[in-house]
């Protein structure tokens, strides 16, 4: 005996078995109690998520003999149910709309319509893919689609809505499928491996569902691989195999090291989970998932994975979005990238290159000795403070000019480019900042400290009061900036050679694009 695979097997044959539809099925069910058929139906969504199983049995509620008339429960027995189920009813045509792209095999369709059912109540039309169809195709689909005989049905079924002319949209009563979520797949792979009498875990049945991105047909063919690849059963480290999925701990250690700036390290975790042979877009994938959860973490702390809270804990609100924004730019162009692993790699060090820590450095790089480096730096620095006198800061003045000469991160710069300068006695730093701002990351604290001490040669305490912040750094820029461009404009427009020019040529000179040069 031949075998029959899942997605063919347990193919829905009544409204009851469609999983994850049931906006969709209320409303066919609720048309076909009430007898309000529409004339033409568009079934729009994804890939296996049951446009055409939807079809179907659409047709056999229309045709079946159980009932006098259309009902919503078809019985599956009678002969008409039966050939529709089996693709040989000749009062239900599913046509191909790929293959058949040209205006001749349409208009043969049409020429068709006027004749009444051989057996059934209705002829249904089924044409799948039917953005494909060519623009004169659809020109001689028009006039039938908008006043068809009352014994006929069409239903369109696409995955891109967006390529059917408005004319014919507008014409058709629109059903849009859903993506199934991962805990209905979930119950509804494990329901089939419970018919089939296949031993299984539950967390290969979460992989497969995780893997099928919401189609069902999708998850079923893995289910499918998964079972034949198991020798007949379903065991997780198998699935992990054949899906090329990796355990979240090495994806923790890798996220871990890159949030501590430790480029070695994070290529080390990298490195073992390469000899997994695991897919690239499926490590940035669950990568991005994690991001996700962390950043959820931050505002909700609903999260029971302790790995998580901790990550969340140390790493910051802003650096944790950037690099969820990294992540998903690499993921959006993974498919066009010549080498996988190296896009992968490329991602990883964009992570490393943004850390506002800034402790990816060349000694991480040239594999050097990190201790023996900062001894190095601290002597530099000793030998320069002991040659140096500690400067001043008696004015904003002298603030703007050591603020712009500071060697920060551009996290750090906009935090305290935002604020103003009030005192410095020697050792304290007063600085007055809008209530939003008054409170600064640790980690940017302890960068901006630092920055600070190699500029005034001195240790300073930093001291933030809130307030209303005048003449900061990043005001006074803006200020000077639109000065120069005012300057600018006004010079532009005063020029006579520029003023001749225009009248010449009937010109104009728009001030917006006026912008002087740094």
């Not at 058709?172 to 792979?189: A, G, P």
């Not at 994938?285 to 809270?309: C, G, M, P, V």
């Not at 930093?462 to 750094?473: E, F, L």
Request: with cysteine.
């Amino acid at each position: 005996m031949s075998y029959e695979v899942l997605a063919r097997k347990y193919r829905p044959t009544n409204f009851e078995e469609v999983v994850g539809q049931d906006h969709v099925i209320k409303a066919l069910v609720n048309s076909i109690e009430q007898e309000k058929i529409h004339q033409a139906y568009i079934f729009s969504g994804t890939r296996g998520v049951g446009k055409t199983s939807i079809a179907r049995i659409l047709a056999k509620c229309m045709n079946c003999e159980n009932d006098s008339k259309p009902t919503p429960k078809p019985c599956n027995q009678c002969s008409n149910t039966q050939e529709i189920s089996s693709g040989r009813s000749v009062d239900f045509l599913e046509i191909d709309a790929a293959s058949n792209t040209g205006v001749d095999k349409i208009r043969d369709l049409v020429s068709t319509v006027e004749y009444k059912p051989a057996k059934g109540r209705f002829k249904v039309y089924l044409i799948d893919e039917v953005h494909m169809l060519s623009t004169p195709s659809f020109n001689a689909l028009l006039k039938t689609l908008e006043e068809p005989p009352p014994h006929v049905i069409f239903i369109l079924a696409t995955t891109n809505p967006d390529e059917i002319p408005k004319t014919v949209q507008s014409r058709c009563l629109q059903l849009s499928l859903k993506t199934v979520n991962k805990e209905m797949l979930f119950n509804h792979f494990k329901n089939i491996l419970k018919k089939e009498k296949i031993k299984y875990d539950e967390d290969s049945i979460l992989l497969i569902a995780n893997s099928a991105n919401g189609s069902v047909r999708d998850g079923l063919t893995l289910l499918d691989q998964a079972i034949a690849n198991g020798k007949g059963e379903l065991n997780n480290q198998d699935v992990k195999k054949l899906l090329g999925t990796i355990d979240n701990f090495l994806l923790l250690d890798l996220i871990e090291n890159i949030v501590d700036g430790k480029g070695s390290e994070a290529f080390d975790i990298l490195s073992k989970i390469e000899e997994l042979l695991p897919e690239y877009d499926s490590i940035l994938r669950d990568i991005i998932a994690i991001l996700h959860q962390i950043s959820l973490e931050h505002f909700l702390q609903n999260t029971k994975n302790d790995r998580i809270k901790n990550i969340a804990d140390v790493i910051d609100k802003e650096f944790c979005q950037l690099l969820y924004e990294i992540a998903l730019n690499a993921y959006s162009k993974f498919s066009v990238h010549p080498n996988p692993k190296e896009a992968l790699e490329i991602c990883i060090l964009r992570m490393l290159a943004f850390n506002p820590l800034q402790k990816l450095n060349s000694t991480e790089i040239k594999k050097q000795n990190p201790v023996e480096k900062k001894n190095k730096i601290e002597s530099k620095t000793q030998s320069l403070n002991d040659n140096k006198t500690p400067k001043e800061l008696r004015n904003n003045k002298e603030w703007l000019a050591v603020f712009d000469s500071l060697t920060i991160s551009p996290f750090t710069r906009n935090y305290f480019g935002n604020m103003s300068f009030d005192y410095y006695d020697g050792s304290i730093l007063n600085l007055i900042a809008d209530k939003d701002m008054s409170q600064v990351p640790e980690s940017i604290m302890l960068e901006f400290k630092d920055s600070l001490k190699q500029e005034l040669l001195c240790e300073v305490e930093i001291k933030i009061q809130a307030g209303k912040a005048n003449n900061s750094p990043i005001e006074i820029k803006e200020k000077n900036n639109q000065m120069k461009e005012d300057i600018a404009k006004t010079d532009i427009s005063s020029d006579k050679d520029i003023q001749s020019f225009i009248n010449k040529f009937d010109g104009k000179i728009k001030l917006n694009t006026i912008k002087p040069l740094e």
